[in-house]
């Protein structure tokens, strides 16, 4: 990949969107998570193993983007199964 691509894609929110759903993806795989455990745990393993990223996911306006996005399309923000979902509807759209 070329210079540009690399600093495009470490400032992209997608880029943000897909490394949280690897780290929570991970944390199922591994057992630490379940797909019924509460919403703000899924957030908590993504802090955990990408602090500098999540924090534009938590504390920035990608969790605007992600709660009305939940909202518009009807999605429950509940569960981590619920934010993986909604994490990959978010990829898919753009």
Do not use: C
Not at 5 to 13: C, D, W
């Amino acid at each position: 990949m070329k210079l540009w691509g690399k600093v495009v894609a470490a400032f992209s929110s997608r880029k943000d969107y897909q490394d949280a759903l690897a780290a929570i993806e991970s944390a199922l795989n591994s057992g630490q998570l379940k797909h019924t455990d509460k919403a703000t745990l899924a957030f908590a393993v993504v802090e955990e193993r990408q602090p500098s990223r999540i924090a534009r996911l938590v504390d920035g306006i990608d969790t605007v983007e992600l709660h009305a996005f939940a909202e518009e399309k009807g999605m429950p923000v509940v569960t981590v199964g619920d934010i993986v979902s909604l994490l990959k509807a978010v990829m898919a759209k753009g």
